[in-house]
């Protein structure tokens, strides 16, 4: 399944393994370019590109794997005529690819950074791993819910941007959760990417006070991903007759 869908993804020519890693770092260069000419105070610590990677690298992440993984089972519905294949092996060979693609998107990112900085780039390596397997877990978890429904109903596909969209305003991307207004961090709480944004930041600042529940990102990323499953054995009758 995996094979298959790089093969579709990629298509035939390297170009399209190209423009696959190029995409998403056109999208972040373009962010910290923009952010670079709008704003010259870094919002923490002394380097503005570490703050804004690790806050747009995280939200890139989520919404590539949840994004992407939506369309898995909609644009794979013949697959669903072979008795072997199960709704889930199409979703899990979507998140497998879209992982494998932004871990590329990564190693590239955090390497240009470590080798233009002065300073260290990832300051506790196991807070990395717990931070970055956080997010993947999120991500799928979100992937699993979002494949289901928008294989169920159309409209989810329409409400889901709708969703992702306030997340990037709510992610801590540009700003530093714990030093605004106690209301705003009511609201922004429940934002579990931005959990994982402030978890990921505890990895690369020595000293940094982070609006942050772990359990929190565990917890509702097991809740979406109980919740997905269950819904697709419940319905995988209707999800294989639209096939």
């Known amino acids: 399944m995996i094979l298959r869908d790089i093969k579709t993804r990629f298509g035939r020519n390297r170009f399209g393994l190209v423009w696959v890693l190029l995409e998403p770092i056109l999208f972040l260069a373009g962010f910290l370019m923009l952010r670079f000419f709008l ?21 890139r992440t989520f919404s590539s794997i949840a994004t ?4 898995s089972l909609t644009a794979n519905r013949a697959l669903l005529a072979y008795p072997p294949v199960k709704p889930f092996d199409i979703i899990a060979a979507r998140i497998c690819l879209e992982t494998m693609v932004m871990f590329v998107v990564w190693v ?4 240009l950074l470590a080798a233009w900085s002065e300073q ?5 390596f196991d807070r990395f791993f717990e931070a970055t397997s956080a997010l993947v877990l999120l991500s799928a978890s979100m992937g699993v819910f979002n494949a289901v429904m928008a294989a169920l109903s159309a409209t989810w596909e329409r409400i889901w941007p709708l969703i992702r969209l306030p997340m990037l305003f709510l992610s801590g991307i540009f700003y530093v959760p714990i030093l605004m207004p106690p209301w705003v961090q009511a609201i922004i709480w429940w934002n579990p990417v931005l959990h994982c944004v402030e978890w990921l930041r505890t990895a690369t600042y020595v000293t940094y006070d982070p609006l942050l529940d772990k359990s929190y990102v565990l917890i509702f990323s097991s809740v979406v991903l109980a919740l997905g499953l269950l819904i697709e054995r419940g319905y995988r009758h209707v999800i294989l007759s639209n096939s």
């Open 39 to 59: 704003e010259t105070r870094v919002p923490f610590g002394q380097n503005m590109a570490l703050f804004l990677l690790t806050g747009i690298l995280v939200f």
């Open 68 to 71: 992407r993984a939506q369309a």
């Open 108 to 111: 590239i990112f955090f390497g």
């Open 120 to 124: 260290k780039v990832i300051v506790h």
